[in-house]
């Protein structure tokens, strides 16, 4: 014997459902009313080791039998579910009211809405601190760490593209704001998805991935940003500043030196307006202390 | 433990099904008040299923939030083409698919190779385990089993087993904070594999 024999696939249909069970087949699995045969079928296609569908049956074992009316939930469950209730309550409430204001402006607003876009274009890396930001640290060659603020979340006032993106903005947003990284990175990629020409939501969901020390991911989702900012003429110094730091926290000084330089010669051209970040002092900051640091290193080796 | 059962039959009599509920949101009748019935009525019931399928409270309540978040947001676009709770479910598989492509715990139809260790650590018997039995049998069996693990405990497994990680690189990455980090998880994972396994006719549970 070889090895294991592949898995015959359970249908053709892969229309909505695991890609091996069809939609339609997918609620009856769920709500134990597949057809015998069917189900004898299925169960013998897990058996044969579809790994995607012995996940379907486990996932629709479990949800089924939390959602059945005879469900028994423990304390920590029920204590779990009272938090979610209070914080989607909360996002409710802001999104209902964010709705009502949008609706309102709606008619009145769709040529202010496109000069807006055009004046976002321009300004995007002048965008005032308007929310509390955390911050990261970022480690340097000789061990120390420099303290970086994280980007001040303003979410974007206009929509782009077909759908209403402002309830995953607002959910994004306040994971952001509330120091939960994580979560913001998977709302941010989420968003990122479903607005293939923004960038916004992948340079928060950078600053969020830098947040949590994951500089590598950072870097990279930081590349995409650039790239999308690039083709909609949005690159601006915040981006740059983040991608460098990146790729300073990555040990990619060799690339994040280039950025930092040409922030610093951007910024010169520009005065720094009140209320605004100074990228050109912080890259300006930052060079010296890598500048620094690699000199005591090359010192430190003769 | 409490059941949910009294509140649930009380809260059907009281108030319209699932199907009434959508078309009042989706009609704008008391859209708020629609979307906060149906939200009532499931909120514990996903909370409860993601922390059984995750293994973790905190990821459990975030992917719970958000599942009931996007339910407001997409809720509109809804076609009925399936049955609310149905909806739901595929909606919370979609967030605990997008968590194992990340965790990279997501099975599929290739095999799992685990490494030689991960059988003798499985601690089932003096015989070798493996002996006797097909290849894809016993892959095919350990996917289902691995299947049925909450996703932290099957990372652990993965991690450690297939990807060579070690528990303290496991326990970073999945960020895990009490104080035995992967180990904990490690230990429930072989525990309930063992016993997969066992029914499923692939070990003989030290007896054979």
């Not at chain 1, 892969?14 to 079928?41: K, N, T, Y």
């Not at chain 2, 509920?21 to 009748?29: H, I, K, M, S, Y």
């Not at chain 2, 990680?165 to 072989?190: C, H, K, M, V």
Request: proline share 4%.
């Amino acid at each position: 014997m070889t090895g294991p024999r592949p898995v015959p696939s359970l249908e053709n249909d892969r229309s909505g459902g695991c890609g091996h069970l069809p939609a339609a087949e997918v609620e009856a699995l769920l709500e134990g009313r597949l057809d015998p045969e069917r189900q004898a079928r299925f169960d013998a296609h897990v058996r044969e080791g579809c790994g995607e569908c012995a996940l379907l049956a486990a996932d629709a074992a479990v949800f089924a039998e939390a959602t059945s009316e005879s469900a028994v939930l423990t304390s920590e469950e029920r204590e779990g579910a009272e938090r979610d209730r209070a914080a989607v309550d909360r996002w409710v409430a802001r999104e209902g009211s964010r709705r009502r204001s949008h609706a309102r402006w709606r008619g009145v607003g769709l040529l202010a809405a496109a000069a807006s876009v055009l004046l976002a274009v321009v300004y995007v890396g002048r965008r005032p601190d308007s929310s509390p930001a955390g911050s990261l640290a970022l480690p340097l060659a000789d061990g120390s760490s420099l303290t970086i603020a994280t980007l001040p979340f303003n979410p974007p006032g206009v929509q782009r593209g077909e759908d209403d993106l402002s309830g995953l903005w607002a959910a994004a947003g306040d994971a952001y704001r509330s120091g939960r990284f994580k979560a913001a990175a998977e709302r941010f990629a989420g968003i990122a998805k479903r607005a293939p020409a923004a960038s916004d939501p992948l340079l928060y969901g950078g600053v969020s991935l830098l947040a949590m020390g994951r500089f590598e991911e950072a870097a990279a989702t930081l590349a995409r940003a650039d790239e999308r900012a690039k083709r909609a003429g949005t690159s601006g110094p915040a981006l740059d500043w983040y991608r460098a730091v990146a790729l300073s926290g990555s040990r990619r000084n060799d690339e994040a030196v280039p950025l930092l330089e040409g922030i610093v010669r951007d910024s010169s051209a520009l005065p720094v307006e009140p209320g605004e970040t100074d990228y050109g002092k912080l890259a300006s900051d930052l060079l010296s202390r890598i500048r620094n640091t690699d000199i005591r290193k090359r010192g430190g080796n003769r | 433990m409490e059941t949910v059962s009294g509140e649930a039959r009380t809260k059907a009599s009281e108030t319209p099904d699932d199907a009434e509920l959508v078309r009042r949101f989706q009609q704008g009748v008391d859209r708020e008040g629609a979307y906060r019935a149906l939200f009532e009525r499931y909120y514990r019931s996903t909370h409860a299923f993601f922390r059984r399928r995750v293994g973790d409270a905190d990821l459990a309540s975030e992917l719970n939030q958000d599942l009931h978040t996007t339910v407001y947001t997409s809720l509109a676009r809804f076609r009925g083409e399936s049955s609310y709770r149905t909806w739901l479910f595929r909606l919370a598989l979609s967030r605990l698919s997008h968590l194992r492509r990340r965790w990279r715990v997501h099975l599929d139809e290739r095999p799992v190779e685990v490494d030689e260790t991960f059988w003798s650590e499985l601690g089932s018997g003096e015989a070798d385990p493996r002996a006797g039995i097909d290849a894809g049998r016993r892959n095919a069996a350990l996917k289902r089993c691995l299947a049925g693990l909450n996703e932290i405990e099957r990372a652990v497994v993965i991690g450690q087993y297939v990807a060579g990680s070690t528990l303290q690189e496991i326990t970073g990455l999945l960020r895990l904070d009490n104080p035995s980090g992967a180990r904990a998880p490690l230990l429930a994972a072989l525990r309930k594999l063992r016993r997969c396994l066992e029914s499923a006719g692939i070990t003989s549970g030290g007896d054979a």
